[in-house]
């Protein structure tokens, strides 16, 4: 089973399911598809958009899990 961590970039999570994509934008990360965002960790985008990192990845990986 596949998993995320902080240091997983937006692109890499994409590639492991591209079905996180709502969970990122619900979270408040509206630039899922923006061609920066895809080489940035998923802790430094947090930290830009101001987001719970740890909460968030716990979410993607209980998504992965199921």
């Not at 590639?15 to 994509?21: H, V, Y």
């Not at 080489?39 to 716990?58: F, Q, T």
């Amino acid at each position: 089973m596949a998993q995320v961590t902080k240091d997983t970039l937006i692109g890499e999570a994409l590639q492991i399911n591209l079905d996180i994509a709502p969970i990122l934008m619900q979270a408040g990360m509206h630039c899922v598809g923006c061609p920066a965002s895809q080489a940035e960790s998923i802790e430094e985008a947090c930290m830009v958009h101001g987001i719970d990192c740890d909460k968030l990845v716990k979410d993607i990986n209980e998504f992965l899990a199921k």
